[in-house]
């Protein structure tokens, strides 16, 4: 009965947390209106308390490309781009800063994590002059499923499914599924195979 109890509660919550959340989501062209979208999710990053996770996921399951209600954002943490795909059962910690990513289904992102979108964000002309954004080519970064991100960490490239990233550690290149990576730049020292 507790169960039961419990699951309908949650129901209510994402229910009045969408509806609270479908003005903004509005105002942002749920998603398309870039502008108004950054100034919604920064502001909803800033919701303190379980409330403010309820707020953060229902603004987001308007506006990403793909959300699930069943995950969770904490305090601070934002996707700046709303091309992102957010799978179920996703955790992800404060203080995030989360670009064109695809989290699958289980991963579990620590605090401070960064998820840039790609590694070619920014490029120099033939004068050395550094590009703007505008001019800049975003990829998605994909985190496979039941992955976890150490705090601190920096994704510029995908995680396979399974992996384990070092807190602290830079990807800069693919980690294979079922691998542990650390480091800046992060590399493999424990493959799939090798896991137990």
């Known amino acids: 009965m507790r169960i039961v109890a419990k699951r309908l509660v949650k129901i209510v919550l994402h229910g009045l947390f969408l509806l609270a959340t479908l003005p903004a989501a509005g105002l942002a062209g749920f998603g398309r209106c870039r502008p108004l979208y950054s100034m919604s999710a920064h502001s909803f990053a800033l919701a303190p308390g379980i409330l403010g996770d309820y707020l953060r996921i229902a603004f987001y399951k308007w506006t990403l490309a793909e959300c699930s209600l069943s995950s969770r954002i904490q305090f601070g943490s934002f996707f700046a781009h709303p091309e992102a795909r957010l799978g179920p059962r996703v955790y992800i910690g ?67 499914a399974g992996s384990t990233i070092g807190a602290g550690s830079v990807v800069s290149r693919p980690v294979p599924p079922g691998s542990v990576a650390v480091g800046s730049p992060a590399r493999v020292i424990k493959a799939a195979a090798e896991t137990p």
């Open 94 to 160: 404060s203080y995030c800063i989360l670009g064109k990513a695809v989290l699958g289904e289980g991963t579990q992102i620590a605090s401070g994590v960064q998820i840039l979108s790609g590694r070619h964000q920014h490029a120099r002309d033939q004068s050395g002059q550094i590009s703007g954004a505008d001019q800049g080519v975003f990829a998605p970064v994909v985190v496979g499923a039941n992955c976890w991100i150490g705090a601190a960490s920096i994704l510029m490239a995908d995680v396979g």
